[in-house]
T-cell receptor
Framework: KAGVTQTPRYLIKTRGQQVTLSCSPISGHRSVSWYQQTPGQGLQFLFEYFSETQRNKGNFPGRFSGRQFSNSRSEMNVSTLELGDSALYLCASSHTTGRGYGYTFGSGTRLTVV | AQSVSQHNHHVILSEAASLELGCNYSYGGTVNLFWYVQYPGQHLQLLLK??????LVKGIKGFEAEFIKSKFSFNLRKPSVQWSDTAEYFCAVNAGGGADGLTFGKGTHLIIQP
């Protein structure tokens, strides 16, 4: 079956702009979580959605937001981009939430802020 | 909140050598434990996971890990590495209640010399 699909793969934005990233989970998976990966901070949890509801949120400013649609697809939005937001953004999907059941990761969207 | 520590940031081994990568976590409650691998240019893949039961967990590609609750450790092992094992390895923890998503260690960059 198809894996987790993230679009776009690469993105270049200017400081101050906003950006929306998309994630399509594995068919049947209802939980989608987002992570930021940078060389300095490593992999950090952003938030998790299940059945269109945000279940958990990591320690990121309010400029980072997300949502999940009824078909489980998810988007994350970053407003007022800063240079430090340059990172690989990873999406992971799972059958359910709460116990970290076998998260499957996508290839990520590499965001560069200039 | 939980944290994860991976002791070795860079490891260089020769083919056929034995491998052990250290992982310690800090969380007093029930945890779910994972090892993920990221091959060059590829997405994160799940190597193995521990939820409960036998503390010795076997994963894909000949990897195994042992959960030692008293030491808060979940070390990854492989008896004989191959050149194709060159990759970044991440240990991750999820608190039993599922809060805060996955907390990752900083990763270990493993290089296998032929």
């Amino acid at each position: 079956k198809a894996g987790v699909t993230q679009t776009p793969r690469y993105l270049i934005k200017t400081r101050g702009q906003q950006v929306t990233l998309s994630c399509s989970p594995i068919s049947g998976h209802r939980s989608v979580s987002w992570y930021q990966q940078t060389p300095g901070q490593g992999l950090q949890f952003l938030f998790e959605y299940f059945s269109e509801t945000q279940r958990n949120k990591g320690n990121f400013p309010g400029r980072f937001s997300g949502r999940q649609f009824s078909n489980s697809r998810s988007e994350m939005n970053v407003s007022t981009l800063e240079l430090g937001d340059s990172a690989l953004y990873l999406c992971a999907s799972s059958h359910t939430t709460g116990r970290g059941y076998g998260y499957t990761f996508g290839s990520g969207t590499r965001l560069t802020v200039v | 909140a939980q944290s994860v520590s991976q002791h070795n940031h860079h490891v260089i081994l020769s083919e056929a050598a034995s491998l052990e990568l250290g992982c310690n976590y800090s969380y007093g409650g029930t945890v779910n434990l994972f090892w993920y691998v990221q091959y060059p240019g590829q997405h994160l893949q799940l190597l193995l996971k521990y939820f409960s039961g036998d503390p010795l967990v076997k994963g894909i590609k000949g990897f195994e890990a042992e959960f030692i609750k008293s030491k808060f450790s979940f070390n990854l092992r492989k008896p004989s590495v191959q050149w194709s094992d060159t990759a970044e390895y991440f240990c991750a923890v999820n608190a039993g209640g599922g809060a805060d998503g996955l907390t990752f260690g900083k990763g270990t960059h493993l290089i296998i010399q032929p």
